[in-house]
């Protein structure tokens, strides 16, 4: 749903409500290279755009395929975690000089989103006036403000767009519609289909401040839109649901979209 992905090098943030998330983006990844238009017209990939690289920043580490350096930096570290200015541009430079189109994936929550999880960030968020989200976890800002800094550092570059993806899971199960994120076990062994409900939003990493406090209002901000949005996707698919009990249809959102 939302704007159309494009292969070129970006920046791309989400919410992170799933381990399946990381699947999500691979498979954004290859959508990107077919345009809207071929989509409907059932047309083949343009063989001519070449499939991005995905690229996952976390725990201090640029990765593609998870390690156990990964698995290590995990337990040793915090959620507010941040790498030196000074190493910045050591860990950013592959990226930023590459000739391949490149895809810089974080997930600013950190962690992936839990009941339990939610709870304590809920009982953090009224203990320091934070805004209160009622589906998502608040973002950390140390690993968005290492890319910013990163661009702003590296001149010239081809990073031109930020992809804000808010992503959703939902089954039906019975009358109702469950919104609770699978597990990886439940991906690959429910018997439920399980729809995912992405929403693209292209933003300009031009606009972007890259004054930290600055930089932390918009993060912010973002965060309290994507709010907003899931809850207007969940209503907007429990009435399209409940038009289309007994038949299964394609969801679309009066935001406009893509459904994988």
Known sequence: MGDELS??????????AS?????????????????????????????????????????FLIWRVPTVKILTHL?????????EESSILYVFAKLLKSKFSEWIVLFPEVNVWTSHG??????????????????????RYSAFHNIITALT?????????????????????????????????????????????????????????????????????LWKHKDKIMTQIKEENNLHQMRNFNRHTTFTSSISGVVI
């Open 153 to 221: 550092k590296f001149k010239p570059h081809p990073y031109s767009n930020l992809y804000d993806l808010t992503i959703l899971y939902c089954r039906r199960q019975g009358d109702e519609v469950n919104y609770q994120p699978p597990t990886l076990l439940e991906v690959f062994s429910s018997k439920d289909p399980i729809t995912v409900l992405v929403y693209v939003k292209v933003r300009s990493i031009a606009r972007i401040p890259n004054k930290r406090k600055k930089l932390e209002r918009y993060l912010e901000h």
């Open 75 to 83: 337990l040793k570290t915090d959620e507010n975690w941040e790498i």
């Open 19 to 59: 381990l399946t998330d990381y699947f999500v983006i691979q498979h954004l990844s290859r959508l990107s290279s077919k345009s809207e238009r071929d989509s409907k017209d059932g047309l083949p990939y343009n063989r001519d755009l070449k499939l991005p690289i995905i690229n996952f920043f976390s725990w």
């Open 7 to 16: 292969p070129n090098p970006a920046v791309v943030i989400s919410n992170h």
């Open 118 to 139: 939610y709870e304590v960030q809920q009982q953090i968020g009224t203990k320091y006036f934070l805004p209160k989200l009622e589906h998502l976890l608040y973002p």
